[in-house]
């Protein structure tokens, strides 16, 4: 489950995909299957994959409890192919992100 607090040191990549038309469905299945293999590594959190409505973008929010972690999953993907695998699909844009601020209800 992700944990959206602030000041937790818990490091997030949100990764923005632009796909051709078609090419949405496609890629959650890739990331999925990414995020099964990156369950695998110490330290790895939650992933969540988000759709765009249009069908052009998808948004990939996924979580390390810090940046070792975040740089042992990104690694153990680049070795299994996983990341190359994604370009595949569309152009990506990710970054590392940490919470700074939430406001609920």
């Known amino acids: 489950m992700p944990i959206i607090t602030a000041n937790t040191g818990i490091i997030t990549q949100i990764n923005i995909f632009t796909v051709p038309q078609g090419r949405q469905q496609p890629l959650i299945d890739h990331l999925a299957r990414a995020a099964r293999v990156a369950r695998e ?11 765009s409505l249009d069908g052009t973008r998808v948004a990939n929010y996924a979580q390390s409890m810090d940046r070792d972690a975040a740089r042992r999953v990104f690694d153990h993907l680049s070795a299994k192919g996983l990341i190359d695998g994604n370009r595949g699909y569309g152009e990506a844009h990710p970054g590392l992100y940490e919470v700074a601020f939430t406001l609920e209800r």
Do not use: E
């Open 41 to 51: 590594v110490d330290g790895w959190l939650s992933a969540s994959l988000h759709r």
